[in-house]
């Protein structure tokens, strides 16, 4: 059975930090393109940022490039999320995603994963 589990989210000031982290259980984080995803109230599901399979690229939104970094780490089986320069309009249920298909290049939209974490909750807010 495959399983995600996201941590890190939490209540952070606008310009603060945050790192999420996707934990597996059950399968090699390598072998598939991981997603971040965010839902913020009242608003559909959008995707964050993504990364490939076994050392492929990255895929970042518009409104996160510069300032979100995601990454692997390949002796914990996770994938982290380090948001940096946060801002209100970041607040969302953010949630890890792994592609359905094992050794993809990754891609934004959420039809490519089928196996979906909880989600974590950020909060930017003053």
């Known amino acids: 059975q495959l399983q995600l589990v996201e941590s890190g989210g939490g209540l952070v000031q606008p310009g603060g930090s945050l790192r999420l982290s996707c934990a597996a259980s059950?399968?090699?984080?390598?072998?598939?393109?991981i997603g971040w995803f965010r839902q913020a109230p009242g608003k559909e599901r959008e995707g964050v940022s993504c990364?490939?399979?076994?050392?492929?690229?990255?895929n970042y939104a518009d409104s996160v490039k510069g300032r979100f970094t995601i990454s692997r780490d390949h002796a914990k089986n996770t994938v982290t999320l380090q948001m940096n320069s946060l801002k209100p309009e970041d607040t969302a249920v953010y949630y890890c995603?792994?592609?359905?298909?094992?050794?993809?290049?990754?891609?934004?939209?959420?039809?490519?994963?089928?196996?979906w974490g909880q989600g974590t909750q950020v909060t930017v807010s003053s």
């Open positions: 990364i490939s399979s076994s050392g492929g690229g990255t």
């Open positions: 059950g399968f090699t984080l390598d072998y598939y393109a």
């Open positions: 995603a792994a592609d359905s298909v094992l050794f993809r290049l990754c891609a934004l939209p959420e039809s490519q994963y089928g196996y």
